[in-house]
Antibody, heavy 120, light 106 residues
Framework: EVQLLESGGGLVQPGESLRLSCAAS????????MHWVRQPPGKGLEWVSF????????YYADSVKGRFTISRDNSKSTLYLQMNSLRAEDTAVYYC?????????????WGKGTTLTVSS | IVMTQSPATLSVSPGERASLSCRAS??????LAWYQQKPGQAPSLLIY???TRATGVPARFSGSGSGAEFTLTISSLQSEDFAIYYC?????????FGGGTKVEIK
């Protein structure tokens, strides 16, 4: 069974940094393209970032470009999201999601999410 | 690309048909996915490529449309179908989601 388990969320102050992790199992992680998607409290989904299986290609939402960095360690089957200069509007549940094998652009497996709160 | 879903809330009785709309601000061809999200849970993929059901999705869910106009139809609502539904385009980066349609019990 394909599983994704996010961790690393918490409460931080504006301007601080945090790194989220997503441990993958049940599939060949090194072959899988991956996404981060977030959901602010009571609101809809917002795509955050994408990384290709070999990390050669990455994309970011404009709202996080220059502040967030997506990366992966295929030897550990783990996806990361380094978040710097955090703002109150980054407060959300962060999901990691596996891209479909048929397309980079939609997500066929999602983790349960980890919660980030940015507040002073 | 801005994705607009309507209505924001749809009140439907069990057994009835529900039609959810998703409009893109420009053509996304057939690069459109639908997700279902139940309270306290992560989203799950229902439909991709506008009309292809994901693995394990019941046949009562169907997607249609292309270009900029899409519809998700639930032919006969079951109790487990009351949830929020999101469309998402994957034609152009950055990927974008619609604001969601909440399907509630009438």
């Amino acid at each position: 069974e394909v599983q994704l388990l996010e961790s690393g969320g918490g409460l931080v102050q504006p301007g601080e940094s945090l790194r989220l992790s997503c441990a993958a199992s049940g599939f060949t992680f090194s072959s899988g393209n991956m996404h981060w998607v977030r959901q602010p409290p009571g609101k809809g989904l917002e795509w955050v970032s994408f990384i290709k299986n070999n990390a050669a290609t990455t994309y970011y939402a404009d709202s996080v470009k220059g502040r967030f960095t997506i990366s992966r360690d295929n030897s550990k089957s783990t996806l990361y999201l380094q978040m710097n200069s955090l703002r109150a509007e980054d407060t959300a549940v962060y999901y990691c999601a596996k891209a479909s094998s048929t397309s980079w652009g939609h997500m066929d497996v999602w983790g349960k999410g980890t919660t980030l709160t940015v507040s002073s | 690309i801005v994705m607009t879903q309507s209505p924001a809330t749809l009140s439907v009785s069990p057994g009835e048909r529900a039609s959810l709309s998703c409009r893109a601000s420009q053509s996304v061809s057939s690069k459109l996915a639908w997700y279902q999200q139940k309270p306290g849970q992560a989203p799950s993929l229902l439909i991709y490529d506008a009309s292809t059901r994901a693995t394990g999705v019941p046949a009562r869910f169907s997607g249609s449309g292309s270009g900029a106009e899409f519809t998700l139809t639930i032919s006969s609502l079951q109790s487990e179908d009351f949830a929020i539904y999101y469309c998402q385009q994957f034609s152009t980066w950055p990927l974008t989601f619609g604001g969601g349609t909440k399907v509630e019990i009438k």
